[in-house]
């Protein structure tokens, strides 16, 4: 039996309305003995029920996994993968032989709040973002390689980074079933090494799928410029797309290593690459007007509200920058993956660039997050990613 949390009086408000967490400002008490990463029931202050999920301390306190009062058992995790996988299949995306990467769980948007998993090739790399996921993550690992059969062979566990340091669980990267040195995974018909042991995020950002095939399109006989180019996704696309020269830029020496050998392993002996491990601001700053498609797909610059000013302030600067180079007639991709900044912010932050520095701009497409990262409705915090494709004057 599960032990409970009492909220105050009209507290529930959100939770009828499906939003998938509880904050700890709206708990009155709750029972003894309930410890981080537990599963417990949320109680209204009138004595009904009207959630269940896992308990962490923090802002966030309860992450809701059902608001039916059910079991959490191996049947609620294997029919929330198989929901996962379904909407993967209806998509196009799963089971595509030129794609065998992918995110078949995305936290609140698949309703296992905390839970990512992102598939490459016969490997799961599980992420877990709350302790309670963590707890369960072997079930969780039993339960997937279940539900997916032939299409995985191997769940490597990778939330060294990610789990609250204060929970102090002395969490290690490694492979929680099977095990393998193929790290070698295709997208949209072109391979690349996935780094899951040490690499961000899972390995890669598999978020940019649909945003990098579109820059293939425009990549043809252009010199592109590839900032914060990581392990050289949008890179190898350009290439594809018949680009005339491509230059990466990354401060990490790993990810330079990882995206020369993702343009080898498609393009052999290609000597339209070249990869430079340098600041982005200072490279920029150094760049002559040279580049006619430019990327800027940067880190988030704002983890939390608090650091909402100072991170539009860094998309305006970067912008600026990108908007002084770029030639006339120039295409620019640029991002934020930012979850506290809205598209309106960004695109107020871009606007401000372009006045800036006095270029004539025009959108030709705004982007988000493909459909393996879905949205949950009543969880708009969900909606992270945001770009748009410029034509500059």
Known sequence: MYKNIYLKKGKEDSLKRF???????????????????????????????????????????????????IAIDDDFWKQRLAAALLMRQCAGIADNPENNTFRLVHGEGDNLPGLVIDCYGKTAV????????????????????????????????????????KAD???????????????????????????????????????????RKLLEHYAKG???????????????????????????????AKAMELT???????????????????DAFKFLDAAKDKYDLIILDPPAF???????????????????????????????????????VTKDNFRNAVFTAAALAGRNVRILHQLHQPADHPINIYHPEGEYLKGLVLYVE
């Not at 400002?25 to 009207?50: L, N």
């Not at 032939?150 to 990610?162: A, G």
């Not at 099977?178 to 995020?201: T, Y």
């Open 19 to 69: 939003h998938p967490w509880v904050f700890s400002g709206a708990i009155a008490h709750m029972d003894d003995g309930i410890e981080e990463g537990d599963i417990v029931r949320v109680i209204t202050q009138s004595g009904a029920f009207i959630a269940l999920g896992h308990y962490q301390i923090g802002s966030i306190a309860v992450r809701v996994l059902s608001f039916q009062d």
């Open 302 to 340: 704002a983890k939390h509200r608090a650091a909402l000013h100072n991170a539009l302030k860094g998309y305006t600067r970067l912008n600026v920058k990108a908007f002084e180079k770029i030639k006339s007639g120039g295409i620019l991709f640029t991002f934020s993956c930012s979850q506290v």
């Open 169 to 211: 669980l002395g969490q290690e990267n490694g492979f929680i079933y099977g095990g393998s040195d193929d790290n070698v995974a295709v997208e949209n018909g072109l391979k690349f090494h996935v780094d899951w042991l040490k690499g961000q995020k899972t390995g890669f950002f598999v978020d940019q799928r649909e945003n």
């Open 222 to 252: 252009k010199t592109v410029l590839n900032m914060f180019c990581y392990t050289g996704g949008f890179s190898f696309y350009a290439m594809r797309g018949n680009a005339k020269a491509v230059h990466s830029v990354d401060s990490s």
């Open 126 to 165: 599980m992420q877990a973002h709350s302790v309670g996921m963590h707890v369960c993550r072997n079930v969780i690992a039993l339960q997937l390689v279940e539900v997916m059969g032939s299409r995985i062979e191997n769940v490597f566990y990778k939330s060294e980074t990610t789990l609250p340091f």
């Open 260 to 278: 020369n050998a993702n343009v080898e392993l498609n393009f052999p002996g290609d000597k339209r690459h070249q990869a430079f491990c340098e």
